[in-house]
């Protein structure tokens, strides 16, 4: 078996990737890392550290111009402004309509993207950290337990039944990811969350926020911030 995990260099494809070397071993895991016109390289360099960390190979893969007409918050060619709060109150706001910061079905794409590289580099299974906190309100649609059904219905089929997605998270919130990776002692050190490019993490948009609370409900700190606690 040879496993393919999409890696953006935070916390749950760096757990994915933990989860799949610790499955099949370094040699049967290759990473897949998507530029798609966000605003920072940050979690590209991440992706990078930690699969060198882990000895595994990161492909890259530009999909930058598919995404050229999107407003989405989180890319360079935006005119909004990254929300500096929790997802709830964004939520609130839209009226359980995507956040802003959603890319336009870009689960989706990465999945049929990383499955034609999948196939083509003999591998068996897509890893990929979807969680229930994501698409909790609606907040990422394509981060749902329905979206991931569906898509790996479709990837199986359309594979010729040999190829299939598995989301180890998905029912899971951002604590259990969190929890899974401390007992697989994962670098979290090395990983990138924040939707800010900048030297340290900006601590007020949602995924920070989420991140944060993750590392607490495990009685611990997120290691980025030990250095500006201490």
Request: aromatic share 10%; hydrophobic share 35%; proline share 3%.
């Amino acid at each position: 078996m040879r496993a393919l995990v999409l890696c953006s260099g935070g916390i749950d494809s760096s757990t994915c990737l933990a989860l799949a070397v610790d499955k099949y071993g370094k040699d049967n895991v290759v990473a897949l890392s998507m530029s798609y016109g966000q605003k920072h390289k940050k979690e590209i360099e991440s992706a990078e550290k930690i699969c060198k960390y882990y000895g595994v190979e990161l492909y890259k893969l530009d999909l930058k111009k598919i995404f050229q007409y999107s407003n989405c918050s989180l890319l360079e060619n935006s005119t909004e402004s990254i929300p500096k709060e929790t997802y709830a109150k964004q939520l609130e706001k839209t009226h359980s309509q995507p956040v802003s910061t959603y890319v336009p079905f870009r689960n989706g794409l990465f999945l049929s993207s990383a499955a034609s590289f999948a196939l083509s580099k003999d591998c068996d299974v897509i890893y990929y950290g979807a969680h229930a906190d994501d698409a909790a309100g609606n907040a990422y649609p394509d981060c749902s337990e329905a979206f991931n059904n569906a898509m790996n219905t479709a990837i199986y089929e359309g594979s010729g039944k040999k190829l299939k997605i598995e989301a180890p998270f998905i029912k899971e919130n951002k604590a259990g990811v969190v929890k899974k990776g401390l007992e697989l002692k994962v670098p979290y050190e090395l990983t990138w969350s924040c939707y800010e490019g900048k030297d340290e993490p900006c601590l007020k948009c949602g995924t920070c926020i989420d991140r944060m609370k993750a590392f607490e409900l495990n009685g611990t700190v997120d290691p980025l911030l030990k250095n500006s606690i201490n």
